[in-house]
């Protein structure tokens, strides 16, 4: 039974940084796609970063440069870093995760696909 749980979610200024983290259980596979979406009030939901099993990292254009992907091996958690946070990205986080080729979690991470697992959500509000 695989379960991931978001945390680090909360209030913070314009400008800010907060840390999301995801952790991970009953999770086994060698192959992922582990990644973070959001979800705006009124909006779809968005893919925000994903790290495939290779390490590399993809991000949405709005977040390049403020927001960093990263996993903890040991530890079994995700995390997004988010620094000089904006109004627009307030909204409702998700991670998720799935068994994927590092191919195609780099040509798919931002489409649900990949995506067998979610997370129950941490709220951001900027």
């Known amino acids: 039974h695989v379960q991931l749980v978001e945390s680090g979610g909360g209030s913070v200024q314009a400008g800010g940084s907060l840390r999301l983290s995801c952790a991970a259980s009953g999770y086994t596979y060698s192959s992922y796609c582990m990644g973070w979406f959001r979800q705006a009030p009124g909006k779809e939901r968005e893919g925000v970063a994903a790290n495939d099993s290779d390490g590399s990292t993809s991000y949405a254009d709005s977040v390049k440069g403020r927001f960093v992907i990263s996993t903890d091996n040991a530890k079994n958690t995700l995390y997004l870093q988010m620094n000089s946070l904006k109004s627009e990205d307030t909204g409702a986080y998700y991670c998720?995760?799935?068994?994927?080729?590092?191919?195609?979690?780099?040509?798919?991470?931002?489409?649900?696909?990949?995506?067998?697992?979610w997370g129950q959500g941490t709220q951001v509000t900027v």
């Open positions: 998720a995760a799935g068994p994927s080729d590092p191919i195609t979690c780099r040509r798919l991470w931002n489409n649900r696909n990949p995506y067998l697992y």
